[in-house]
């Protein structure tokens, strides 16, 4: 892809998660707190992954 294109997606993406942000701004925080839990357990389970592994 060319350089253009890459920089309309980008602004295409920023202005469609401000557009969310502003006009539902509980489900976009709903939403965070979702994946901010997925990253969290995902971290837990490698951790345990590699303390069983080495213990």
Do not use: C, N, Y
């Not at 253009?4 to 920023?14: E, L, M, T």
């Not at 998660?17 to 357990?41: E, K």
């Not at 995902?42 to 080495?54: D, N, S, Y």
């Amino acid at each position: 892809m060319s350089s253009g294109v890459k920089k309309v997606i980008v602004v295409v993406v920023v202005v469609l998660v401000l557009f969310f942000l502003i006009t539902q701004p509980t489900q976009s925080a709903d939403l965070v707190h979702r994946v901010l839990g997925w990253l969290r357990d995902g971290a837990e389970a490698i951790v345990t992954f590699f303390k069983t592994l080495f213990s």
